[in-house]
């Protein structure tokens, strides 16, 4: 009974490490005039889609969920 405690503490340690600490940064969207409000993957293809000025390799993970991985900047004023 204590060796299945102890292996389910493990286990369960060893995963909310690698939840915690994720192997990847992927970069945030640019701050700039062309990528402030952009907030579709509509938006993203219009430049990174196939024949567009800005492609994405073809080795880029899947390219319908583009938020998943590049995060926005949000910014919000107070007061």
Do not use: E, N, Y
């Not at 915690?20 to 430049?47: E, S």
């Amino acid at each position: 009974m204590k060796g299945a405690l102890g292996f389910f503490i493990l286990v369960v340690v060893i995963v909310g490490a690698l939840l915690i600490f994720p192997k990847h940064k992927w970069p945030p969207l640019p701050d700039d005039q062309f990528h402030r409000g952009v907030a579709t993957v509509a938006a993203c293809m219009g430049c990174h889609g196939p024949g567009k000025s800005h492609p994405l390799a073809a080795s880029h993970p899947p390219k319908f969920s583009c938020f998943k991985c590049h995060k926005t900047k949000i910014k919000t004023k107070k007061g």
